[in-house]
């Protein structure tokens, strides 16, 4: 699994990827991947494709309001609105990984696990307070103290499964200023699971 997860440490930090091009017009979903993969979030989100970013490393795309990004209120919004993240780690060599998420989660427990969703890539950064499996799934509940996460509520949701041969990673938080409740983001972020399972035909 060395591959993977050296895959995943880089389509989990934005820097690693080059921009996906900016659009005036709002942009409720992306293909990745040459196609493999279709991400979208819950109703009410859209891609902010300036904060989005794309090579053969991987790809991160941020989701935020629609109304927020359109600038306009009739573009939509969620209820309780967070920020919403998409990490897709290029196809994979090993297989078997959707069976294989014990050894990621152990991976996370790691200092190279936790540095690598770290904000900072510090390892001290970050505190693991839960982690648990359903359906193919791995969630995390994390708490990341770094610098760089101020502006977003320290704690927040991941979950982490395979899709085509890929590691897709997806998160939940909340903005500093706007806190949305741990169980709202939860429940958030299936959504966003089962949105993007659902348009790629379920696929694992």
């Known amino acids: 699994m060395r591959t993977t997860f050296a895959a995943l440490a880089c389509a989990l930090a934005a820097a690693c990827q080059g ?4 659009s005036a017009a709002v942009t409720r979903s992306l293909s990745l991947g040459a196609g493999d993969i279709s991400v979208a979030g819950p109703s009410g989100y859209c891609v902010d494709r300036r904060a989005s970013r794309e090579t053969g490393s991987g790809a991160f795309v941020l989701f935020g309001s629609c109304a927020a990004l359109a600038g306009s209120p009739l573009a939509g919004q969620p209820e309780k609105p967070a920020l919403l993240t998409a990490s897709v780690a290029p196809a994979l060599s090993g297989e078997g990984l959707e069976t294989r998420l014990d050894e990621l989660a152990a991976f996370f427990r790691s ?26 799934v791995l969630y995390i509940r994390l708490v990341d103290r770094s610098a760089a996460a101020q502006k977003v509520e320290p704690g927040y949701w991941r979950a982490a499964f395979a899709m085509r ?16 409740a741990d169980r709202d983001l939860r429940r958030t972020l299936d959504r966003f699971i089962a949105r993007i399972r659902r348009d790629n035909g379920g696929a694992a």
């Open 19 to 22: 921009p996906i091009s900016p």
């Open 111 to 136: 200092d190279a696990g936790r540095a690598a969703l770290s904000r900072d890539g510090r390892a001290g950064s970050v505190t693991i307070a839960a982690m648990e499996r359903a359906r193919g």
């Open 165 to 180: 041969g890929r590691l897709v990673t997806l998160s939940a938080m909340s903005l500093a200023d706007r806190p949305v």
